[in-house]
């Protein structure tokens, strides 16, 4: 069977038991936001124990606290209302395994899907590629603390977003399911 026929047969299901949640509204019901990655070990939802409704989740890869994470983290306290936000990331992220110009070069060489080996990606494929890849930062990963660190402080010294909103930085541990708070980060994100 496709993905696309899994995907539609799973959303049939879920739609013929939605319940009560067709009448939710907008604004998320507990008032925060997590911005995390999209790494699929990682599932916002269970380990945040959220339920439809609850929060605003903004993914990307890393969860970094790009021009558009933050677009997002506006309207989301700016029209609809959430007052305590989230930004975690994770051991064993992909975003540790390349740099800028590792990507740059593996995006000039193939568009074929790269693998990756003991000493990371490597082209498999064949060309051609494109040198478009220079014109984005790809905003990659060297220390989790220091990235979620990064990232709450980029988000506090942002002129829209108000001092008010308490930004918590955490790692999630994909060994273990675990939330471990980064100290520095938290502090950093300490509303004022
Ligand atoms: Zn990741």
Redesign the pocket.
């Known amino acids: 069977m496709s993905v696309l026929k899994e995907v539609l047969a799973a959303n049939a299901a879920y739609a013929a038991d939605f319940g009560e949640k067709g009448t939710l509204a907008l604004p998320p019901a507990r008032g925060f936001a997590i911005l995390t ?3 699929a070990r990682l599932d916002p939802a269970r380990y945040a124990g959220l339920a439809e409704g609850d929060a605003h989740v903004i993914r990307n ?3 970094r606290a790009s021009d558009d994470a933050i677009r997002s983290l506006v309207i989301s306290y700016k029209l609809l209302g959430t007052r305590e936000w989230f930004v975690v ?2 051991t064993n ?3 540790e395994f390349f740099t800028d110009d590792v990507m740059r070069g593996l995006l000039a060489t193939s568009l074929e899907t790269a693998e990756l080996g003991p000493d990371g990606f490597y082209d498999v494929g064949a060309g051609p590629g494109s040198a478009e890849g220079q014109y984005i930062d790809w905003l990659t990963i060297s220390d989790q603390a220091r990235s979620v660190t990064d990232d709450v402080r980029r988000i506090k010294a942002h002129p829209l977003v108000p001092a008010r909103i308490p930004v918590y930085g955490y790692v999630y541990d994909v060994a273990t399911g675990r939330l471990v708070e980064v100290p520095e980060a938290t502090a950093a994100g300490a509303a004022t």
């Open positions: 990655c999209m790494d890869a890393g969860g990331h994770h992220c992909g975003m």
